[in-house]
């Protein structure tokens, strides 16, 4: 049973930083993909970054250039650096394992005008 705990996240003003993280843990378990979602009040659930097995990332048109999206394989963690941060990032993040359909228990993150 492969299971996400998410940290981090927070209050910052505009154009402040945040980092929020990720741990994998589960028997034999080891960082695949891993996605990082977003849910706005009243919004949908939207994919803000993607890093593959194989290191390569995606990110929405959003946020491109603002986050960065990296893993630390010895320690089953993935990391979401948000710079230049906008009162419209202000959500509940999710971290999320595709391959097994687990997420984490959310990040509040918000961003103050």
């Known amino acids: 049973q492969v299971q996400l705990v998410q940290s981090g996240g927070g209050l910052v003003q505009t154009g402040g930083s945040l980092t929020i993280a990720c741990v994998a843990s589960?028997?034999?378990?080891?960082?695949?993909?891993m996605n990082w979602y977003r849910q706005a009040p009243g919004g949908q659930r939207d994919l803000v970054a993607r890093i593959t097995r194989d290191d390569e990332t995606i990110y929405a048109d959003s946020v491109k250039g603002r986050f960065t999206i990296s893993k630390d394989g010895a320690r089953n963690t993935v990391y979401l650096q948000m710079n230049a941060l906008k009162p419209e990032d202000t959500a509940v993040y999710y971290c999320?394992?595709?391959?097994?359909?687990?997420w984490g228990q959310g990040t509040q993150v918000t961003v103050s005008s």
């Open positions: 589960g028997r034999g378990y080891s960082i695949e993909n």
């Open positions: 999320h394992a595709p391959e097994y359909n687990r």
